[in-house]
């Protein structure tokens, strides 16, 4: 019985036979082996970014096999013996073809194609490496003021604290370099395989400008001073503008002899603030005396080296009539930059014939505004309302002419617009405006004062009572609150840590602590019927105590430290 297998063709008296069969002495038999043949396949691809031509080559093999000897048996199973011969699936003329072909002519690595040609195994081969482009260097514009006006860490509670030296802002005089706008730097271009120009991105360009107390150079590249004042800064995407707030000194006290101060930049007051007055700030308030009865309310820090007395101050914000404002100027900014895009492409594209609009853009404009922008209109409206709302003397310069030009170009005469510019114009004055209307509340806005009464502070930033310390008034803080001295009655409301000299009184007035899971509350002395909530885990003080630190584990458990610990771990928030 002979048993053939794959490879081989076994043939008993001329006929072929596929399955087990028997055969004598008296039968013809031939056993061939087959060779099999597996054809090789290549390829020349170019990269995405045209910078390698790639070959990808999968050889052609042919499968040799023989016989071995066997030994005899009544049932011989016949085997085979296998051997690849392998064989490069190209030649260099075919591969010198399919560059010509594919146009590929720069940076053709010979070698690396004499190695393709030959090889004989799958793989991926680069045989052509273009040049790069080299990206430029974006511009900038470096400030060459602290962009930072932040009250500095005060005394210790044994050093005197001299407020003159303690508490100074940022400032220039007139004549200083405020910003130097360094030009982008173009990248060199670069060459694909093809031969091709590779075109470098164009590096980021920014644009230097003034608001009120600076001026630009003739070559517009660097911002100077034109006046004594604190300088600062904004960015609105590529646009960089800088300022010099003035500052107002007010000799004396402010009252119903000098009226309420409302001033852009900085006010010093020599004197204090009386009953009924108002002052309200764009930058920084010093106060040399106290504020009793009064409204203090600063973009900036205040500093207050007296007594807040039955009062409100506030530090940092936006004025409520221009967060009002924010969601109109947005939708305006956006709207006429989108509009300019859509103008631009509508311009470009081969079907449009430039003869139909000798007269000017209008008519698209007109038609935008019947169709994908017909908000826009409307939005105009509402600002021009919102603007001729605006408290008296609080209307920016420039404000009234934008939304003249915005009304007119959107409202009551859209076929007038002549060109594209005109549009681009507005949209860039928008996004200044949005800029403007936007600035968020500066996260270093401090309220410093020497002790607090009957009043309301808040802060953007850290409040820190530096004297003997508040009493029945409300604090609320964007990050830390420091009182030196004493806290009785009220409420403390941080984003940060609390330290408290001596918190409640021994008469049992209702003093509480209210911070964040993050926090660190640090009491002197407290005292019963004072609370303290940290992350919303509340400790109530029965008696009084000294020397306490509370604070959240990773767990979330409130922590603490001179608190006996049982009473801790009985607070209900913290049974398991």
């Known amino acids: 019985m002979v048993v053939p297998c ?32 597996r054809e090789g396949s290549w390829s020349v691809s170019v990269s995405s970014d045209g910078l390698q031509a790639i070959l990808r080559t999968r050889p052609a093999v ?19 013996v296998e051997r690849e011969e392998r064989f490069p699936p190209l030649t ?4 010198l073809r399919e560059l010509s072909r594919l146009g590929i002519n720069h940076g053709v690595d010979w070698e690396a194609c004499s190695r393709g040609v030959a090889s004989c195994v799958e793989e991926e081969v680069v045989i052509a490496r273009g040049i790069p482009a080299e990206p430029g260097k974006d511009g900038r514009v470096e400030l060459l003021f602290s962009s930072i006006s932040k ?15 303690r508490y100074v802002f940022t400032s220039v005089e007139a004549g200083d370099v405020l910003a130097v706008k360094h030009p982008p730097e173009p990248g060199r271009p670069g060459t694909s395989v093809k031969g091709e120009v590779i075109v470098p991105p164009s590096p980021r360009d920014f644009i230097l400008s003034v608001g009120e107390g600076a001026v630009l150079t003739r070559d517009g590249e660097r911002a100077v001073a034109a006046r004594a004042g604190r300088p600062v800064a904004s960015r609105w995407r590529d646009l960089v503008r800088v300022s010099v707030l003035p500052e107002l000194v007010h000799a004396g006290d402010v009252d119903l002899a000098s009226g309420n101060i409302v001033f852009k930049g900085d006010i010093l007051i020599a004197g204090n603030v009386a009953e009924g007055m108002v002052v309200e700030a764009g930058g920084n308030v010093r106060v040399g005396g106290l504020v009793s009865g009064a409204r203090v309310q600063a973009t900036g820090s205040v500093v207050i080296r007296m007594n807040i007395l039955s009062s409100v101050v506030i530090a940092g914000g936006v004025p409520a009539f221009l967060q009002g404002m924010l969601p109109q100027v947005h939708t305006l900014a956006t709207g006429l930059q989108e509009m300019t895009m859509a103008i631009r492409q509508l311009l470009g594209h081969p079907a449009f014939k430039q003869g139909d609009l000798k007269g000017g853009i209008g008519p698209l404009v007109r038609l935008l505004l019947e169709g994908k922008f017909h908000h826009l209109p409307a939005t105009a409206s509402t600002f021009k309302k919102q603007v001729k709302n605006m408290p008296p003397g609080m209307v920016a310069e420039g404000l009234e002419e934008f939304v003249r030009e915005v009304e007119r170009a959107l409202v009551r005469s859209p076929l007038a617009v002549r060109d594209l510019q005109e549009l681009e114009t507005l949209a860039r004055r928008a996004g200044e405006w949005e800029q403007a209307f936007a600035s968020p509340p500066s996260a ?3 309220v410093v004062a020497s002790s607090i009464h009957n009043s309301t502070v808040i802060a953007t930033g850290d409040v820190r009572v530096v004297g003997s310390g508040c009493y029945n008034s409300r604090i609320h803080a964007g990050k830390k609150v420091t009182v030196s001295g004493v806290f009785r009655g009220g409420e403390i409301q941080a984003g940060g840590d609390v330290h408290v000299g ?5 008469g049992g007035a209702t003093t509480r602590v209210v911070t964040g899971p993050a926090a660190v509350v640090t009491v002197g002395c407290a005292f019963e019927n004072a609370s303290i909530v940290v992350g919303g885990l509340v400790y109530r003080f029965n008696r009084e105590e000294k020397g306490i630190r509370l604070w959240l584990d990773k767990e979330g458990n409130l922590r603490s430290k001179g608190i006996p610990a049982w009473e801790i771990a009985d607070l209900p928030q913290n049974r398991r």
Not at 15 to 26: A, F, G, I, L, W
Not at 66 to 77: F, K, S
Not at 151 to 165: N, S
């Open 6 to 37: 794959p490879g081989v063709r076994l043939i008993v008296n001329g006929r072929e036979c596929t399955q087990p069969t028997p055969v004598s002495m008296k039968d013809t038999v031939r056993v061939e082996t087959v060779e099999e043949r």
């Open 444 to 446: 270093e806005s401090d």
């Open 92 to 95: 260099k003329d075919e591969l």
């Open 151 to 165: 009250v500095p860490v005060l005394a210790e509670e044994d050093e005197a604290v001299d407020f003159r030296e």
């Open 62 to 80: 042919v499968v040799h096999r023989e016989l071995p000897d066997l030994p005899p048996a009544r049932v011989l199973q016949l085997k085979v």
């Open 502 to 506: 001596e918190l409640g009184s021994r």
